[in-house]
């Protein structure tokens, strides 16, 4: 039987992560940092796509 996640622990490692390395977008308007997530999402979502013909 799996694990079940730790969602709560999960997200305070993600905001301590983003507090010491990701300081110029926590600062943004809201706005822009949806926008910005938003695009990184994209982005990934492109790479799972295109799978193993992703150039390296």
Known sequence: MSQPY????????????????HSD????????RLKHYGLHFAK??????RGNTEPS
């Open 44 to 49: 990934y979502v492109g790479r799972l796509a």
């Open 6 to 21: 730790d969602f709560l622990a999960m997200q305070q490692a993600q905001f301590r992560h983003d507090q010491r390395n």
């Open 25 to 32: 977008i926590i600062c943004l308007p809201k706005p822009d």
